[in-house]
């Protein structure tokens, strides 16, 4: 019975705060925003790999963070990306859903490689 209890206690402190981890209530899932500039970082990571991405403006370059919110890494392999999809210094357009408090960030929704090749978090299409 006290291992019961135990259980159900854990369950109840932690299913919340597992919940809010992947909450995507900070981004705006209605807006999208176009993004064209400079790979700064690929951060390949489990539970979302992030994208580092150096936008320039004409009040000067401003860097986005860009989450993959859509799957963990198990998810991008099974689609096609790898760690070397892309690179420090590649020049790539991302479509992200915009952060709702206005600052540097997104939630991926699709990227064009310098090549052209359009990748989105399932891989190429």
Same mark, same amino acid.
Do not use: D, H, L, Y
């Given at each position: 019975m006290r291992y019961l209890l135990l259980g159900v206690l854990f369950v109840i402190v932690i299913s919340p705060m597992a919940y809010a981890h992947h909450s995507m209530a900070m981004f705006d899932g209605d807006k999208t925003v176009t993004l064209e500039g400079t790979v700064k970082y690929f !951060? &390949?990571? %489990?539970?979302h790999a992030f994208i580092g991405l150096t936008v320039p403006y004409k009040t000067g370059p401003v860097d986005w963070t860009i989450e993959m919110g859509g799957g963990g890494v198990g998810t991008l392999i099974r689609g096609? &990306? %790898?760690?070397?999809?892309? !690179?420090f210094g590649d020049k790539v357009t991302i479509v992200c859903h915009p952060m709702k408090n206005g600052t540097a960030g997104g939630n991926f929704v699709s990227m064009t490689l310098p090549d052209g090749k359009v990748m989105k978090i399932g891989g190429a299409q």
């Open positions: !951060k &390949w990571a %489990s539970p096609g &990306w %790898s760690p070397e999809t892309i !690179k």
